[in-house]
């Protein structure tokens, strides 16, 4: 376990990364180098690359988040960024965004209207 000073740093870490993968804009588009280098340097912080964010399973993808220390809400913010990856051409992570916000509702024990909504849409996209 991380002790209160370095949980404190890890979060502000990781939220960081956060915000910075929620700030990029996603058109529906390819992306171009300069895109792709932005990306692979944030998801890097989480041992990702867009290549492993691809082929790993929903479980795992959710099992490597929670060993980085991402909280229910660190871990709803990323699955936000997967549905908007997700508007990009040739990437489709609505699946995985899917079990990420189903694992939240499912472990936190506390039913939230927002997580429910987002899982509706997420299915909706799927299908």
Do not use: W
């Not at 979060?11 to 992306?31: C, E, G, W, Y």
């Not at 895109?35 to 692979?40: G, L, M, N, R």
């Not at 549905?83 to 990420?100: G, P, Q, R, T, W």
């Not at 694992?103 to 506390?110: A, F, K, L, P, R």
């Amino acid at each position: 376990m991380l002790n209160k000073g370095l949980r404190d740093n890890e979060a502000i870490r990781i939220d960081n990364v956060l915000k910075t993968l929620r700030s990029l804009d996603f058109v529906p588009q390819p992306l171009t180098d300069d895109a792709k280098f932005d990306i692979e340097n944030q998801l890097k912080e989480f041992g990702l690359n867009i290549e492993t964010l691809l082929h790993l399973q929903s479980k795992e993808l959710i099992t490597l988040l929670t060993r980085c220390h991402l909280d229910f809400n660190q871990l709803e913010q990323f699955s936000d960024f997967l549905m908007d990856f997700s508007k990009v051409d040739n990437y489709n992570f609505e699946d995985k965004s899917l079990a990420i916000y189903q694992y939240i509702q499912q472990e936190s024990n506390v039913f939230s209207f927002g997580i429910n909504a987002k899982i509706a849409s997420a299915k909706n996209k799927y299908k």
